[in-house]
Each structure stands twice: as structure tokens, then as C-alpha cells.
């Protein structure tokens, strides 16, 4: 049995699939797309990989199965979804995933196509597991496929922890073996025993304040949306084709931004932390219902506008307004008094949290610094921003 | 200067005057008292002492110190106070507070007599600091004393991390340095900066979630409860004296337990950890608001009258009623947009964490196994606890 | 199963046995005595305790049984012994050991009496096992024993990396997981696989440098004198008998000292850490070989020699000698090139940890303040030292 | 004062010139450039970067400034040198130091050239520093310059503690808050005061068990050697120039060898982690003198040699031969008995140390798995090594 040591559960065991699952280019590549992607712009350290995540997330897989007491094909295929959960994420992860969706339809968690194209499909054969099957689980569908994805997954365990270790943000710091004792399957689905209610509210808390520290950083988010814009102009100019984009590493995007003038400035900006400053800034509250979570050409459109205001190249104005927030975890299932019931039913804690998700939403209209008057007055204008 | 090695903030520089406070037997004491006294009946790492986080306290406090820019006298008082702050503790901290106050109408944290009477004032004097001044900051009275004891304290900044640490629980691990970051003097009283009321909160969120977990486990609040009956044995046949007792260490009380006839069997069941068990543990909905954080005397009858109902000898029937769950920190000051407020009338996680904190909150009954049934009914009727 | 939290190996998973065993007095006795005595003299965080270490060897035992496939009764033995191996210490550990030794000829893993004499022994019986083969595995005898107490033995591993949580020095930070994935049985006998003489050299630097800094401060030292010396006149003056003696508590022992005028000032001084100095501290080199690790009697005549010289009362003169280091780890076996071969045979960092320890020793002499100067020339002629 | 969070260090200040500093491409430039260039193939979550270990450099600069009472001007130069001490590596690091010395004549140390050349030059003026006394200082020359380079360095005291913490191998965890506080200046230069010779061993301990478990791991020694390569071939071609080579990051060197037909077989070896395997792999006795820490040249006609012999392509054999292993830390000055002394004539460890790093060194020849054989025959008989 391979060993490997890892910073945040110390040595993990590989079982025979995943030391050759590990083998192929396809999981190789996460190596080199950083599991943060830009905040490493605000937290130095920050450089982990969804390769060292990868192993995080299977390792938590392999004590859950354990601990559940599920065996064969079912326990093989959730530990080997577990390790391959993330390789359908483009560059930068989840800052390219909306110009992949625009370009390819396709989510990240959808990796079907993935699995049928490259050796991790025939690797999954040989080892008697049948891709579709893998790949159903790690978009949460199937037997216990809520264990790599859903409200108690395996995935966000890891991921708080070790976030946390690597940008010295302690928020994160859950106590994950305690939630793995906690699983149970009641009705064929993954519940939280009785009486810990506490134990699943502090994941929720967990990632509410990693997500205001640390995962929606304005610099961060500028970052993104500048990324985004460069991926857009890219894949539609036809510069490179949406299948190849979805697989370069953050490197090999940042080279191709480099190559073609209408990216290139953008690429600079990300290699030299010169990025575009924020013009608009707002609290929800501040916000008219229509401007929130705006389709991509909507946005476009208002971009357009604003410039036109502003008398800036539209190219230098970015407007980005995320989705109200959501939270997956208080829909986790919890046995309270015998029953099976929703944490959202039994905590005191969501709707706080929620209303605290949303104190923390901001909209942001982004320029550089030398339009950023211009492009904010405009802003405010047309966005009707009460100030 | 004089340098201490800390598990939890590596070296602590002393100056003159800690070391010198360090050096007399009030301080030594602590030594011998544990900080979080019977946790580690559940927690077997929970052995840190008074003294170590007195320690860290007055690290913290030279940090915020130094932070704030404040000098000269105010300096070396908010100092030393952090050092003393806990002198004023009896043995087991928290769980003889109750039997003190009953017998001398003394909290802990009201240190001037102590000051008067012991070495402690001496040095201080020595020192140019006035023994007074120093007890009200313990108090959180005077310039800045909510420093020492307030919404924003350094006392809690300490013990959230340290009780995380030896516990091993990382639910306490805040982000001591950045709450530091953010202190500011805003007309002569401690505030936050503009922008931090997600730090403020996670400190909020730390203590409910270590109350959930550590501070409040059922198992040491059945010997806190085993321990207040002792003591409060002990002084009302004037065994020993309320001043003599005052200044116990834990193992010193335990042997005078053990000593006296009428305590010795609670020294045993602690040293042996063979408890009380719950014959009631009832949620605050199932719990009439009379019988809620009962005064000493009521509980006492309502024992007497369980045990006569269940034909137990009164002394084997303990009622534990806490009061309402209250959350200092939810007044601390928070500047927002220019003003100063109430992190209460900011946060929307405070209302939350205050209706956690109630849900949490539970009446116990205890008896020993053999009487826990009829105790428990018994209980059950008297109380009227909806079942 | 039960499951307990420890701030050095997380969740750690109690078998029935282990229940069971726990729940005697013999183990609870073991809260109130402290894994590093009086280190926390020096370190105040160092307050965990024999009760926790405890429960880590036997976590320990547990991984190492697993991976060496160790099972049935064997592995039940070695579990059992892991947990029970530092029942036989007295109050203070290792600092009333010889105190022991003198009046009881009993060394702390002969621990056959206690198993017969106590509920250890018949809790040991209902769950199986033979408790004089507990016994032996305590003393490192018997099959596999040298896993309890050996070379390489699972105690080592945890006090080492406990000792650097709780004190805050990280040199006993070993890979106590790259040890145990290293442990191979070799003709019936542990040994450390191929290619691992790096790990092995690890945990005895890691003992060599936490020596020096943590296991024999100076201050820790005299305060071990003092105990051993008044511990002897309570012996001696059969004040206590030394069955009773051996079962104290760390505060028990210094109630006990408090009560008996002749041991009274000992117990103040180590309450209120007044303890005396070094008249002499001499290298090894500057020591004749005749004064090195001294007989009591020895001790206690050069003593009263010195005393004499310098007119001060015996009992104000201490002498400590300690025996030239040795190294146990060095005995280790280890499979180079196919051969099982001792690491000192292996490894050039041996001899080279060898002479560090010895360049550390050194004969202490101490007295109070006041006679600090007469008893150091005093001692300085009497034991020849060189200065 | 701008504000950083470190994983090692929590907060780091910049001070004005370091927040300048920072804003430069050549230091924003080590964002992409791993601290551990290839050990991430080992240890998958070693992906931690020269720019944060920069900051760790910086911070640990400041420290001792403030401690050793540097002011002024020189106190400003050290604190900038510590920051900029790695802008002169290029991509990898290490593994391409030797290629950048063959084909530019410099090393990494000697940076005159890029303060003249880029903005890290205009900024320290405009902050009233002078470059070339900076980049004396980055080398080790002028007053104080060992503390950014030399036995007794912050670079060092950063490094081990945070390639511990990315790796989650403990033996790099040195006490550097221990060995800051002994520094001293004494005539003009660093020494550590009296009584801390085991503090320096522990840091030359943690070094060579770095050594020996992570930066000298056959794997990353492999890659290394297939870097230097195919970086030779890139150079000799005049494929890129070695003044851009030398700028390159890590990732853009990949791209670069990937667009060389002659070199992109080690891209997508190094991608894939399909990397060559170890032919030979012999210890120092059994390699003859002449053969040990071999000249460029040298190394290649013994490639052609054994290639010959073995009836394959030169390209696919590697032969790696280092230096005999040296100790800087050996070389730090101690106080002794009022006198100052290296280490090395003071400690009994450091010899030990050295026949432990000379049991290390490895003499390694690599081929691709089909060639394994026939190049370790033919290699073992042209180096004539005792099998």
C-alpha cells in the first residue's frame, strides 16, 4: 500500500485504485491549478492545489466508508469518486467555471464526458468500477453520492481545514472527525445522529466566516471578474477552443492571456498584483432587486452603459454581482427525537447565518484607478445605488 | 528581562513588575488551580492551569498595550491587572463561586481586600502602582478596564484559544492577533474598527460554540454541582472558614472534603470520577419559567421535597437550574460607518447565537445511579417538566 | 465503543477492556499526577497529566498492533499493558522514584502487586487476560513487550510529542506515525524495516535535545532534590509508610510534607517556588570520576561533609549527582541491507548524541540564597572540583 | 502599516519600503516559483512559494533587528535585503542554479545586476537605500550581512519551519523565537551568547533530517537532474537566452521546454510525474573518489560512455553525482566561557552530524524504466561502483 504524507491528516493510504487513478495526466494536472485560485493575491500562502485537496477529500472518503460500514463496489466507487471529484475544474476553478458553462454547458461536476475521453475511465475499468457510475457520484447522484457532494460531503470538510492550515485563517478549523463520527445512514440516505446539532451548525459557521474572510475577498473577486472577462474575450474570439480551455492548468491560461493582445493586459495585472480597484462597493440593502445576480449579458449590457456614461472604454468597466447567498449545509439531514429532520428546522443558528450571508454580499463595479471616479459616479447612476 | 516559554503564545517577556508579582504565593497558587476545574473529567487534556493563562492574559494586554498606544501608568496598571486578574479565584474557579459569594459577598473578580492583606499590594506599591486603582481595572472599573474585564477583554482572547489547545476542541481557536488589530480607543472607551463585525462575531461564536461542547458538558456540571453542595457543607458547619476557604487550591479542597465525614464521599466520587448521573435533563420549553436559575435556598427545598417524594435521603438528590444564558460580547462597541453601536444592533448572528444559547441551556436533576429512576420521577412532578 | 478527545491524537477509540480499566481508581489516581512533575516550574503549560499520556500509549499500542497484524489475546495483552504501564509510579513520577526504591525495593513497571492488590487485577481477569502477563509486558517482558517498554517503544512516542505540545518546545515533535509504519516483528522480535535508520535517529535526537531543554532544567532538578530529600525523612522517620507513600498524589505528597514540621519548609518552597540555587554546577570534565552518579548514602555523608566545612546545617546542603547518561533508542534493532542490526551499529549520530548527553551532565550542588557562597567552596573542595 | 497573514507567522507589518518592495514584478514574480520546486512530486502539499517565504525572511529580519538594537540605516538595508534575498533565483529554484552559473557565470546570491537593471533598484532609492550595499548584504558581504546570509540566517530560520509546516514533516520545526533571542553582536559580528550550543545543534539537526526525509529525496533529485537536462539543451541551443531563461517562473519554463521538440519529453515527464527511475543509487563507500561531486563536463562523457556501453541514447541516461555534503550552521560563532567559538569546536554533535550527512550521499544514475537495466550494469562498471 502506497503511503502519502500530507500537511493537514498526516500519512494517507492509497488503495490500489487511487495510487492509479493518481497516475493519470488528468489528476496530475490539478498539481498545477491552485485550490484557491487568486487568493493567494491576499493570503500569501495560500498556494495549495486541488491535487493535495483531491487526496484530502478521498482520505476523509476512505473513514466515512469505514465508519458507515459500507463495503464493496458501493465503498470502492464513493472513495474513488472521492479522489477524482474535482478534475472536471477549468483554471482558476471556480473562476472560469461561468465562461466554461456559457461555452460548453457544462458544470464541473459533470465529468462524464471526462471519464469517457481519458485514461481515468479505463483506469476505472480495470479496477472493475463503471465510470458513469463514478461520475454520477461525484455530481451527488446515486447511493451515498451525497457523501462527495452534498450538504455533509467530504469535500467541504477538507477543504475548510485545510484552507485554513495554508492561509493561517483558524475559522475554518472544524472538527471534521467528530462529523464523520456523527454520519449514520437512515433510510438509505447520510443523516447526523442525534444530539449534534452544534456539531453541524459549526461547519455551517465555519464556512460563513471563511467565506467573509478569506473566499469573497474583494481583491480576490476583482481578480476573478477579471479573469472571467479575459476567458470570455478568449473563447469567443475563438482563440482557443472551449475543450481545451476547460483543461489548461492556471499557469498555461495566464501564457495564453499573455499571447493575445486583447488579453494580455490582463494577464500582467494578475502576475504583478496590479489589478483594477473598486468604483462601486454595495450592501444589499443599498441595491434595487433587479440588479442582483444578473445574467451574463445583462451584465454586459450594463457595463456598456456605464462606460458610455462614464466616457471610458467599456473594456475597463466590470461590473459583478454575485447570486443571493445560499447555504447547501442546513439542508443536512439530523436525527432529532427519533425523527429525521432538516438542520434548517432544528437550528436557531441558520436563519442567523443567513441573514449574515447576506449582510456580507456586496456589489462591485470595478475599473482602474484612473477612471475609478469617472466609472463610479456612472455606476451609481445607472445601477441606482442609493449612496 | 525575564522570558516564559508558553505553549499557547510562545516566549512572554516579563517586565519588572510581572516578574516580581510572579515571585509572591497569590500568584504561585494558581499554579494549583485548574482553569477549567472539572472538564477534565471529560476532557483528560484540560489540565492547564490559572496560572499559565494568567500568563497569556498579560501578554495579551502588553499586545493591546502597545497597540493602542497607551503609556506611562495607565500602561503598567492595565498590565498588571491583566497578571492578577484570577488571584481572586477559589479552588475550582467557577464551581465554588456560588458557596463564596453566599458566605463572604464576594466575587472573584472584587480583589481589593486581597491586595490590602497579601504581598500582592506591596509589590504593586513598589512598583508605583496604587493597589486600588489596580482591583477596580480587575473590576473592568476606571480608564480602560473593560480591557481587563469587559465585552472586548484580552481574559476571553486567552482562554478561547487556550481551552482550545488543551482540549483539543478547535471551536475557541479565534483569530486573537486580528481582534487586537482592531481595537481602538473611541472617546476614552474600547471600540472595533469600521469594518469587523465578522471578527467581532467569530469571538461571539467561539464562546457558544465552547459552551456547547466544553464549558457547559453535562459531566462537569454534575461534579460543579457535587462540588457547590460540598462546599457549601463545609462552611455552613464552619469546618473551615470562608476567608481559609477562599484560598484553597483544588487538591486542597478535595482533602478537606475527604477529611470530613459529610463531604468525604463527594471527595471520593470526584478523585474516582463516579458521579451523579442525570434523572433529568429537560429543555428550556419543558421547564416552567419559575423553576428557571433558581436561588440556593429554593433549590435546596425543591430537594428536600423530590427526595421525600421519592424516599431518598435528601443529600443524594441535586438540582441544578441554571439562569438564562446572557452573551457579554454582544455589547461590545462596534464602529459602523462612522458611528459607534452595539454589535447586537449590527450583527444578525447575535439574535441567533442567543436563541442557540437558550436552546442549549438545560435544567438537570442528579442522583446516584441506584435512586436515579425514582429520582427522576419524583423530579418530573415537583418541577413539572413536560416529558 | 467509547471515544475520548485528546489534544495530541484526536479522537481515541476505547475497547471494552480499556473501559473498564479506566474506571478504576488506580487510573483516576493518575489525573493527579503530573507526566513532567515539577517541569512546570520551569514551563508552566507542562500541567497534562499520567492519565492522558496514558490513554496516548495506549492509542499508540492500538496502531501498532493493527499494523503489525498482532491479534487476540496477545494484541488484548499489549493494549491492556499500554494503558496500565505508569499505574506503578508514585507522586511526582520519576522524582520519588529512588525515595521508592529505597524503602519499598520496588521500581515503578514492577507492577505484579498493585494488579493483585487492586480492581486492576480482576477487571484485567473479567475481560480474559492473565494480569502477571500484563505485568511483564508493563516490565517489557515477555512477547512483544518491548513494545510497552523497549527501544522502541510505544511510551516514548507519545511523551515525546506530548511533552512539545504542552511545554511549547517543538524538538519532541518526532513522526511518531513514520516509526510506527516503520515497525516490522522480526524473528519474534520488533525491528525497524529497511531504510529507516533517519527515522530511528530521529526520536533519540528528538529525547537528546528535550533533555537538555525540557526533562533536566536546572530548576526541575533542584525541586527533584528537594522532593527526594524530603521524601526520605518522611520515610525514614516512618511518618508514612511507604506502601502508602507510593500511592500519593503529586498535592497529597506536599499535604503530607505540609503537616510534618521536619518536611514543612519543602512544601512551601515548591508551593511558592522559593527553591534553592546552584552553589555548583559542574561539567563532567571538571568532576573526578569517584563523585559521578553517587550512592544515597554517599550522597548524604558528602553532604554532611560539606556542611561541616561551611558551617551551615546539613540539611541545607544538597547534592545531586546523576549517573552517566545512556541512550536506549541506540539498542534499537534495524534491518540494514537485509541484516537486523542495532542502530548504534548504523548510525554515525550515535556516539555523536552520545557525547552531547554527556557534555549536559552535570553535579549539582544546592543550597538556599543565604548559604549559597559557603556551601559552593565548601563543596568545591570536598568534591574536587576543578573550576 | 499594511498588514499580511502569514501560515507561519500569523501577522506580518510592511513597513513602507517592504510594501514598495512587494509591488515590484521581480518580486511578484516569486508568486510562481515554489519554495520547493520539485518536492511537491513527493510531498504533495509542499507548494508553498519563494514570495511567502520572502515575507517569512522579512518578518524574521525585523525581529532581530529589534532585538540586536540595529537603527537606522542599516537596520533599513538588512529588513529590504531579507526581503528581496530570493528575487535572483530562477524558475525551480535550486535545480536550475547550475545551468544559470554555466551559461550566465552568476549565482543566485549575486543580484547587483537586477537591482541596476529592474524597479527594485528605483525603489530602494527613492527610499533612501542604497542597491548595491543591499545586494552586498542579499550575498552575505558588509556588516551584519551573515544574518541574511550566513550561519546564523533568517533564511534558514524560515525555511525549515515552513517547509515543515507545508510538507507535515515535524523536523524542520526549529525553536527560531530561541535562536533570535540568543543572538548577539559581538566585534561587529553575529554570535549566539553563552550557553545555547544546543539551541545552534538543534538547527543544524533540523536541517540535515530535512535533508535527509525531503530536499534530498531521490525523487525530487530525479527531477532535478532531468531539469538541469533539458535546461542545458534549451540554453546550448540558444532556444531562449539566459538572461530571459533566468527570469522565467516555474511554470513558464515548463512551457518552454514543452514548445522544444528536444525538450518536451521532460515537460510531460515532469506534468506527469513519469519520471526516470534509479539505475544506480550508491552510497559514498562504494564510489571511488574521483567520481564523487563531478564536473558538467565530466558527468556528460560518462553519460556518453555508459550510454555507449549499455547500447542506448545518451539522452536517456543521467548521471548525478554531488559535492560531499557541508555544513554552514557548523561554522556559527558561539560564546564559550567568555570566549567566542564556532560551533564546531564546541559541540560533540556536529561531527556526528556530518559522518550522518556523508551516510546520506547518494550517487544516483537514472534511466527510463524500458533502459533500467542495461544502463545500471554498464553505469556500475564505467564508475567502477562495488555492487
Redesign the interface.
Known amino acids: 500500500m502506497t503511503?502519502?504524507?500530507?500537511?493537514?491528516h498526516?500519512?494517507i493510504e492509497l488503495d490500489e485504485t487511487a495510487a492509479a487513478l493518481l497516475?493519470t495526466?488528468e489528476m496530475?494536472?490539478l498539481?498545477?491549478v491552485?485550490q484557491l485560485s487568486t487568493v493567494?493575491l491576499v493570503?500569501?500562502?495560500a498556494?495549495?492545489?486541488r491535487?493535495?485537496h483531491s487526496?484530502g477529500v478521498y482520505h476523509l472518503a476512505c473513514e466515512a466508508v469505514e465508519k458507515l460500514e459500507v463495503e464493496g463496489e458501493l465503498a470502492d466507487r464513493l472513495r474513488a469518486a472521492a479522489l477524482v471529484h474535482d478534475v472536471g475544474h477549468g483554471p482558476f476553478g471556480h473562476q472560469t467555471e461561468a465562461a466554461i458553462e456559457r461555452h460548453l454547458g457544462r458544470h464541473h461536476d459533470e465529468i462524464e464526458w471526462l471519464l469517457a475521453e481519458t485514461d481515468l475511465g479505463s483506469v476505472l475499468e480495470s479496477q472493475g468500477l463503471e465510470p458513469d457510475a463514478v461520475a454520477a457520484t461525484v455530481d451527488g447522484r446515486g447511493p451515498l453520492g451525497e457523501l462527495v457532494s452534498g450538504a455533509l460531503d467530504v469535500d467541504r470538510m477538507d477543504y475548510l481545514v485545510r484552507d485554513a492550515?495554508?492561509?493561517?485563517?483558524?475559522?475554518g478549523?472544524?472538527?471534521h472527525?467528530?462529523l464523520l463520527?456523527a454520519l449514520r445512514i437512515v433510510d438509505g440516505e447520510l443523516a447526523l445522529e442525534e444530539d449534534t446539532?452544534?456539531t453541524a451548525?459549526?461547519a455551517l459557521?465555519a464556512r460563513t466566516?471563511m467565506n467573509?474572510?478569506v473566499y469573497r475577498h474583494h481583491v480576490s473577486r476583482i481578480a476573478g471578474a477579471l479573469l472571467d472577462r479575459a476567458s470570455e474575450r478568449l473563447l469567443a474570439d475563438g482563440h482557443v477552443s472551449p475543450e481545451r480551455f476547460a483543461r489548461l492548468?492556471?499557469?498555461?491560461l495566464?501564457?495564453t492571456f499573455a499571447d493575445y493582445e486583447p488579453t494580455a493586459d490582463v494577464a500582467s495585472r494578475l502576475?504583478?498584483?496590479r489589478l483594477y480597484k473598486r468604483a462601486i462597493w454595495a450592501r444589499r440593502r443599498t441595491v434595487p432587486d433587479r440588479f442582483v445576480g444578473l445574467e451574463y449579458d445583462r451584465v454586459r449590457s450594463l457595463e456598456r452603459e456605464i462606460a458610455a456614461i462614464a466616457g471610458v472604454d467599456p473594456a475597463v468597466v466590470v461590473v459583478d454581482s454575485p447570486s443571493e447567498p445560499s447555504s447547501p449545509e442546513s439542508r443536512a439531514r439530523i436525527v432529532v427525537d427519533g425523527d429525521v429532520r432538516r438542520l434548517e428546522e432544528r437550528?436557531?443558528?441558520?436563519?442567523?447565518?443567513d441573514?449574515?450571508a447576506?449582510?456580507?454580499w456586496r456589489l462591485g463595479v470595478y475599473a482602474p484607478d484612473d477612471e475609478l471616479e469617472a466609472v463610479g459616479e456612472a455606476a451609481a447612476s445607472v445601477l441606482k445605488i442609493e449612496v
Chains 1, 2, 3, 4 share one sequence.
Open positions: 503511503t502519502i504524507k500530507d500537511s493537514v498526516d500519512y497516475d495526466p496530475q494536472r498539481r498545477d491552485r493567494q493570503y500569501p500562502s498556494n495549495h492545489t491535487f493535495e487526496l492550515h495554508h492561509t493561517g485563517v483558524p475559522y478549523t472544524i472538527d472527525a467528530r463520527y446539532v452544534a451548525e459549526s459557521i466566516l467573509a474572510t492548468t492556471d499557469a498555461q495566464l501564457a502576475r504583478e498584483r437550528s436557531s443558528l441558520v436563519a442567523g447565518l441573514a449574515c447576506r449582510e456580507m
